[in-house]
Structures are given as C-alpha cells and as structure tokens.
C-alpha cells in the first residue's frame, strides 16, 4: 500500500466524503484543502452538524445581524443560513461533479426532521429545498421512514436527487430501493431526464455495534460478548450484496438504458464509538467499489494516517454467507433483531429532532442578540 492511503481508498472504487460542513470550512479554505489533499469528494450535513456549526465562532454573525434587520423568523432564518453553507459548498464541488459525470460532487442538505412521519410535508418540503438551493448536484435527505418511502419517490418523480438517510436494515434498505426505483419510473413518465437524478442511500454503521453491543454486555456471557462489534460490519455488507441483487435485475437494466445512475449505498456513522475497536474499522472492513464512505474528519484522518486495505482491495465481495452468519449467531444469543432496528430508528429520528431544536434555539438567541445590538 503507497503512502497515500485514502488515494488507495478511492482507487478501490470508495467515494470519500466528508461528514461534516460549516461557514467556516467554506471560508478558511479547510474544505477545499480537504478536496485537494484527501480525495473528498462530497459531503453530506444533517441537523446535529448545523447546531454544531452555528454553535461557536463568528461565521455566521453577518447573516444574522441580516435576518434581524428584516425581521426574519427563526424557521426563515434557519432555512437561509443551511440553504447558503449548501449552496455555496455546491459550487465548490461543482468541478468534481463535472469530473464525474454527476456520480459525486454531492452535497447534502436534510428536511426538517420533525416532519420524519408526515409523507406529504417531506416531499414537499424536498421540492422546496430543490428549488432554493438550485444546484444539480445537490442531494436532498429524506429519512428511510415507512411515511418517508413515499416521499422519497415522489421527490424523484420531481426530478429531485435524493439521499436516504437513517436506514438500519437490511429489509428496509430493499423498500427504500424499491422507492428509488418506483420514483425513477415516475420521473420518465413525467418527462424528467434519468440521467440527471442521483440517490444514496445511508446505511447506518455504528449505532448497530452500539446498540447491540449494549445487548450483547446485559447478557453478559463470553460468548455473548465475544460477538462485540461483528454486527455493523455483518450488516452492511449483507446491505451491499442486496444492491448488487437489486440494480443488476431485468427492471435495473431498463432504467440503467436509459442513462439511470444506480443508487449507491453510502456507510454513514462510521465514526467509532468504542475505544476498544480499531478506529479505522468501519472504513476498512467496507471496502468495495460503487459504494461511498462519509466520514467524519477524524476517521478520515485516522485512516490516512494507519488505515489498512485488505490485499484484493475488495473487503466484502463473497462476503454474504460469513455476514449472515454472524447476524445467526447474534440472533442465537438471545437478541432480538427486528427490536434493535425499531429502536435505532425511533432513536435516530429523535436525536435529529433535537438536534433541530437545538439549531432552532441557537438561531433565536444569536437573532435576538443582533436585534439588540
């Protein structure tokens, strides 16, 4: 392996992303630095990253002394100060879209989460995202939801480019293909260009070792706890060769005819959570081409620094069977599977909506210090 590890990384057919934007990224020209030295070729946000954003620093202060000069209501002033940071980091990823013919220069930009459970409030909303950002290369998150899944097609039918996020299984990510595919159906027959409509989809990494994990402690026996941190990787990889069944079918190949780009599986929360795994374990392990990895910039830099490719560059083509049968063995111990999902998606919808809150508060404070000085 050369020296440059995440151009190894790429080369292996790995679009690496960056989890994580803020104003000041853009400004300071850390982000650009990141496309030129690190091979990042999109980046994804979500509500939990903007609050983190408009948390600290002085990025932000002439927008907002702006939007209070105008009155602006927190909901109007959120929206401009995302819309703003997502546009501009579009731009600035505009050649790699290019470069790419449209497969990656993606930015990412999520609907209000509290609106997770009302399909006809999220679609609409993605539409309106779409068009205020006005950027092909934009991809709008939609969360995996069962009120989410008719969303996500109704976007698409829009022409609108779409990043399922919050997926936790196997059998919901074949739902939200279905979708995927469903809203490429619409969008024909709707006149809309399948060459120019893009999708992801975040399957969740991590938080399946965390919770299961936890599961895996209260039983408490070795064996049990000898399972520790198989899952997430188990997972995903039985996520990957469900894509490769899906978009290599009869009804793939008809829209892939007619200039369709496959939807991606994308491993989000490849952050590790626990110390005692390898911090580069959700990279490393989940290495295969067609797929992207977001991480935050800690693991990218942890695996630039000591990340390992496995010989053949591919660490999970063939891998299905072996994958399965950590999910047995799991399920064995006494873990019930079809809960750990229910509860990483109640809990992720959760963390997002006060995440927003958070943001939602943030803005109203720093608002109302503007009006006052």
């Not at 952050?271 to 992207?292: F, I, M």
């Amino acid at each position: 392996m050369s020296t440059d590890r995440l151009g190894d990384l790429a080369a292996a057919g790995v679009s690496i992303w960056l989890d994580d934007l803020s104003r000041e990224r853009l400004k300071s020209g850390n982000l650009q630095g990141l496309i030129t030295d690190k091979h990042v070729v999109g980046v994804t946000t979500n509500p939990t990253i903007f609050a983190g954003a408009l948390s600290h620093g002085e990025a932000y202060d002439q927008q907002l002394r702006e939007l209070a000069a105008r009155g602006a209501s927190v909901d109007d002033a959120v929206r401009e100060i995302t819309v703003a940071d997502v546009t501009a980091a579009c731009d600035l990823f505009a050649g790699t879209y290019e470069a790419t013919g449209g497969v990656d220069g993606r930015v990412s930009l999520e609907v209000d989460p509290r609106l997770a459970h009302d399909t006809a409030a999220t679609a609409a909303q993605a539409l309106d995202l779409w068009k205020a950002v006005d950027r092909p290369n934009l991809l709008v998150k939609i969360p995996a939801t069962a009120e989410g899944l008719p969303a996500i097609t109704s976007a698409l039918a829009e022409g609108v480019s779409v990043n399922v996020t919050l997926i936790f299984s196997v059998e919901r990510y074949r739902l939200v293909m279905g979708a995927y595919l469903d809203g490429l159906e619409q969008a024909a027959a709707n006149g809309h260009p399948l060459a120019g409509i893009a999708s992801v989809a975040s399957f969740f990494v991590s938080r399946v070792d965390t919770e299961i994990d936890k599961r895996l402690d209260a039983i408490g026996t070795d064996e049990a706890k000898a399972l520790g941190g198989k899952a997430g990787v188990a997972n995903s990889r039985l996520a990957d060769a469900a894509f490769q069944e899906v978009f290599s079918g009869p009804r793939w190949e008809a829209f892939a005819a007619k200039g369709a780009k496959a939807q991606r599986p994308l491993w989000a929360s490849t952050g590790v959570k626990n110390p005692d795994y390898s911090d580069t374990l959700y990279v490393t392990e989940l290495v295969v081409a067609d797929t992207v990895n977001t991480m935050p910039e800690k693991t990218m830099m942890a695996f630039a620094d000591h990340g390992e490719l496995v010989a053949s560059g591919d660490a999970v083509t063939g891998t299905a069977a072996q994958a399965q049968q950590v999910f047995d063995v799991v399920a064995a111990a006494g873990i019930d599977l079809a809960d750990v999902f229910v509860v990483l998606e109640d809990e992720g919808v959760d963390k997002f909506e006060k995440s927003w809150a958070e943001l939602l508060e943030s803005v109203r404070g720093q608002l109302e210090i503007a009006q006052r000085g």
